[in-house]
């Protein structure tokens, strides 16, 4: 029971999906410390100076990082199965499962090479470049870089089309180029290979210059060349881009449908009702120190703190909201005054409900509705008069 208990704290700490607590943000921390740790160890190792002189001191902070990363892979292999999803295939193929999985694969990259250079014989420089490779395991405790990698994924297909196409450019101009500066420049255009070093630094608009054409007909292919490059590397981007905003736009729509199921008046809501809620929230970011509410202000928002924290100045002590929390609720029940003045303690990103999308979706959606009513009623005796309903 004890080794069950303490497997499940690294499960919390190491795989669970809600990443909101200290010591979850501290060792996070910790471990992207650790990284570029290790990745400026192996930097400076590359230097010959700085090698004699710190060799030891190299060899040990080297030594101290790829332990700390080697136990936090150990012992992600040992909680995995705490999941619900990698304890019903069993405790090997599940831990099997999760080693495959590509967050996975990039933190064994990361430590791999350090113990292939204790036991291997193979040339140092090389084995330096693959141990370089575990500054890729800073993804895991990124949200933005773990976005974009899914986009990665979620867009393999398209990028691996647009780069097809980058890759037929790439040919065509440089037979082309062949043909029209083949006999000024052999050297430089002789064979297709040849001219395809510039062709490469041509169609991705770097234009390194130490190849150019001299013949009129080169040069007016040359810019031709240029303007494609532009077009065809701008397609993957604009595929990157759109995906990347995809991605955002989904985490942020989950952090919504979480937020909107602690409210007590949503809770015991079907999914579908939650997330059509979340899909009428507005988000913004507020200053530090900022008035959201006054008191008598009219009631018409309701607030979701996804990030900082805000002060309710009651009037005998004030209470101190923090992320995850809500209020103005009473706004998408009765037109009352606000009965305290609310001030952002940092800067804060919210989501809001106004009233008048709420009683949209109150007609709606007849579940909503009666469960609103029912929470009115245990809570002041009788069915509220909702106005607009």
């Given at each position: 029971m004890e080794a069950n208990t303490l497997r499940y704290r690294a499960y919390r700490l190491l795989i669970d999906g809600g990443r909101g607590s200290i010591w979850t943000k501290a060792f996070d921390a910790f471990m992207v410390a650790i990284i570029f740790l290790s990745t400026g160890s192996v930097i400076a190792e590359s230097v010959p100076s700085v090698a004699a002189l710190y060799g030891t001191v190299i060899e040990t902070v080297d030594l101290l990082t790829m332990g700390a990363v080697t136990v936090e892979y150990v012992t992600r292999l040992w909680a995995c199965v705490d999941d619900s999803y990698f304890a019903k295939m069993g405790p090997w193929k599940g831990r099997l499962s999760y080693a495959l999985s590509p967050m996975m694969v990039i933190d064994l990259i990361a430590f791999l090479p350090f113990y292939l250079a204790l036991f291997s014989a193979l040339d140092f420089r090389f084995l330096l470049v693959l141990r370089l490779l575990r500054i890729l395991k800073v993804a895991r405790y990124s949200p933005a870089l773990a976005s974009v990698m899914s986009a990665v994924v979620a867009e393999r297909k398209a990028l691996l089309a647009a780069l097809y196409l980058l890759l037929v450019a790439l040919v065509m101009v440089a037979g082309i180029m062949y043909?029209?500066?083949?006999?000024?420049?052999?050297?430089?255009?002789?064979?297709?290979?040849?001219?395809?070093?510039?062709?490469?630094?041509?169609?991705?608009?770097?234009?390194?210059?130490?190849?150019?054409?001299?013949?009129?007909?080169?040069?007016?292919?040359?810019?031709?060349?240029?303007?494609?490059?532009?077009?065809?590397?701008?397609?993957?981007?604009?595929?990157?881009?759109?995906?990347?905003?995809?991605?955002?736009?989904?985490?942020?729509?989950?952090?919504?449908?979480?937020?909107?199921?602690?409210?007590?008046?949503?809770?015991?809501?079907?999914?579908?009702?939650?997330?059509?809620?979340?899909?009428?929230?507005?988000?913004?970011?507020?200053?530090?120190?900022?008035?959201?509410?006054?008191?008598?202000?009219?009631?018409?928002?309701?607030?979701?703190?996804?990030?900082?924290?805000?002060?309710?100045?009651?009037?005998?002590?004030?209470?101190?909201?923090?992320?995850?929390?809500?209020?103005?609720?009473?706004?998408?029940?009765?037109?009352?005054?606000?009965?305290?003045?609310?001030?952002?303690?940092?800067?804060?990103r919210l989501l809001y409900l106004d009233r008048e999308p709420f009683l949209e979706l109150l007609r709606s959606h007849p579940s909503i509705r009666e469960a609103i009513e029912k929470v009115l009623e245990a809570r002041f005796g009788a069915p509220p008069q909702t106005p607009g309903i």
């Open positions: 043909h029209l500066e083949g006999d000024a420049q052999p050297e430089a255009f002789g064979t297709i290979p040849r001219a395809m070093w510039w062709a490469i630094i041509t169609v991705t608009t770097v234009g390194y210059g130490d190849v150019t054409p001299i013949t009129a007909a080169g040069k007016i292919f040359a810019g031709f060349s240029a303007l494609l490059g532009i077009m065809v590397c701008a397609v993957p981007a604009g595929i990157m881009a759109s995906s990347f905003i995809a991605e955002v736009r989904k985490r942020d729509f989950v952090v919504s449908c979480q937020l909107v199921a602690k409210v007590p008046s949503f809770r015991g809501l079907p999914a579908d009702a939650i997330a059509e809620i979340a899909s009428v929230l507005q988000s913004t970011v507020v200053g530090a120190h900022q008035v959201l509410i006054e008191r008598g202000a009219t009631a018409e928002r309701i607030y979701f703190l996804v990030e900082g924290m805000v002060k309710v100045e009651l009037p005998d002590t004030p209470v101190y909201l923090q992320r995850g929390e809500f209020f103005g609720e009473r706004a998408l029940l009765y037109n009352r005054p606000r009965q305290a003045t609310i001030v952002t303690v940092e800067e804060c």
